[in-house]
């Protein structure tokens, strides 16, 4: 059976350290973990939020769940989502959320195979996944299969539990699911509304390259390549360590 290729672009992902703090050693020093899409046939980007702060293990018959928080139409709305903010709570007057930090950049696929899609994405920095990308369950190249829930499907008790609370899906056209609580990720322009919930299945990085599913970037993905300069998330050098360092 052959795999239709769907989309690829350049993926990014970035975690949110709960403090201002130089080290972060463990999950529990971390707010959330994001990912970013940036298609390279579009202009929007998707930022995406992991409920429980890791992607699933390759190797291991691992889920999880995501949402859409925002799709933006350049690197500099997504500012307000990853850069550094203030604000005030009652108790503890003026407080700081710190930027989100870079942990990973490289390309991904969406392909389709049969009835069901897979996600892929093989690193290109680091080059070496060091204690931070282990820590996050960020694999050198990995492969999940992808649906997307129905928003107008009431949660079932475990997806109660474990989804992560996202906005509303709002726009979604109801004709991609009919009455199916979940469908493939296809068309992939799925992604580009916001709330929208996926899960994420293990895969592991041996059957998305049994399936031909190996991102191979090239010159269309040059103009892409910028989301971390626009962003100046490495204006101070310790920010960046995560991403350069690895092993």
Not at 40 to 47: D, E, H, I, P
Not at 88 to 114: K, M, N, S
Not at 156 to 167: A, D, K, N, T, Y
Not at 235 to 247: F, K, V, W, Y
């Amino acid at each position: 059976m052959t795999v239709e290729r769907l989309e690829a672009g350049t993926i990014y992902f970035f975690y949110r350290p709960r403090v201002v703090d130089e080290h972060v050693g463990s999950l529990d020093d971390v707010r959330r973990l994001q990912i970013v899409l940036h298609p390279w046939a579009g202009q929007s980007l998707r930022l995406l939020v992991l409920g429980n702060k890791r992607l699933p293990d390759s190797t291991a018959q691992e889920r999880a769940w995501c949402f859409v928080d925002r799709v933006a139409p350049g690197p500099e709305d997504l500012d307000e989502s990853l850069g550094e903010r203030t604000y005030r709570t009652r108790t503890r007057g003026l407080r700081v959320q710190p930027a989100a930090r870079p942990v990973g950049e490289g390309a991904y696929l969406i392909g389709r195979h049969g009835d069901h899609t897979h996600l892929a994405f093989e690193l290109e920095a680091p080059r070496r996944p060091g204690a931070a990308q282990r820590e996050l369950g960020i694999a050198a190249e990995a492969g999940y299969l992808v649906a997307v829930r129905n928003p107008a499907a009431p949660p079932s008790p475990e997806e109660g539990r474990r989804r992560p609370h996202g906005p509303l899906a709002v726009g979604v056209p109801a004709a991609h699911f009919g009455d199916r609580r979940f469908i493939p990720l296809d068309p992939p322009e799925l992604l580009d509304h916001r709330g929208i919930d996926l899960v994420l299945l293990s895969a592991g990085p041996q059957a998305a390259r049994e399936l031909g599913l190996r991102p191979e970037p090239g010159a269309e993905s040059v103009a892409h390549r910028t989301l971390i300069e626009d962003l100046r998330i490495g204006r101070r050098h310790r920010l960046l360590e995560p991403l350069s360092a690895g092993e």
